[in-house]
C-alpha cells in the first residue's frame, strides 16, 4: 500500500508520432508515473493524437466551426486529476504544436471557478517532462510551467525533467543501440530529476488536498461582487 493513495495524477503526451508506441517521450513519462503507482496514485495516461482536439481557446470548438471535438471528455480527466504531467518532444528547441494546443485548451477552462470562488486549477499541482536530441529543455520547462501556474496550477520545486542526449541530432530517449541496450536509460542525471520531480508532485498534491489555498485575496466571486482585498489605487493613497 503506498502513501499516496487517494491521489489522481494524469499524464499527456503531447508527442508528434501518430502511434503512442513509438513515442520517446512516453517512454520517460511512463519511468515517471511507474513510480506514482507503486506509491498508490491513481495514474491516468491521455496520447492526444488518439484524440480529435482541435486548436482554440473555448471549451468546445465543435461550437466554433469544428465537425468534432474530443477536448470535453478529455477535461473531465483533466479536472478529476490532483497532478497534471505534461510530456512534450523538441523540435527547433520549442515544445510541439501538439503541446501548445493543449494548453490553449487548459486555458479555455480557465474562466471555470471551484467553489470558493478560486480557478477550477487550485489545489492542483503541475509538472512537465521533456524529450527530444537537440537542446531546449528548460526553455520548454519554463514556458509550460508558466502557463500552468498561470491558469492556477501550483508548481512543485524541480518539476521539469528530460533527456536531450548529446547536443544533437542524436539518439533519442529509448532508441537501441548496437549492443541492445536503450539510450538514456542509464543516465543518473535524467533518473534523478524525473525522481525528484514525480516525488515533489505527490508531496505537493498530497499537502494542498489536505491544506488547501485559502480563497482570501482570490475569489473571484468575491471581487465580482466588490471586495478588493486591501487593493488601493496608487493614486488615492495619500
Known sequence: MGQYEGLRALYVNTSLKRESADSHTGL???ASAAIMEKQ???VDHVYLLEHQVPPGVYPDMTEHGWDRDDW????ERVKAADILVVGTPLWLGEESSVCRVLIERLYAMSGNL??????IYYGKVGGCV???NEDGIKHAAMTIGYALSHLGYTIPPQADCGWIGEA??????????????????DNEFTQRNTTIMTWNLMHLASILKANPIPNEGNDRNAWAAGARFDFENPEYRS
Request: proline share 8%.
Open 130 to 132: 521533456v524529450t527530444g
Open 168 to 185: 544533437g541530432p542524436g539518439p533519442s530517449y529509448g532508441d537501441e543501440t548496437d549492443d541492445g541496450g536503450r539510450v538514456g536509460f
Open 28 to 30: 520517460l513519462l511512463g
Open 40 to 42: 498508490g496514485v491513481d
Open 72 to 75: 470535453p471528455s478529455i477535461w
Open 114 to 119: 471551484n467553489d470558493k470562488g478560486q480557478s
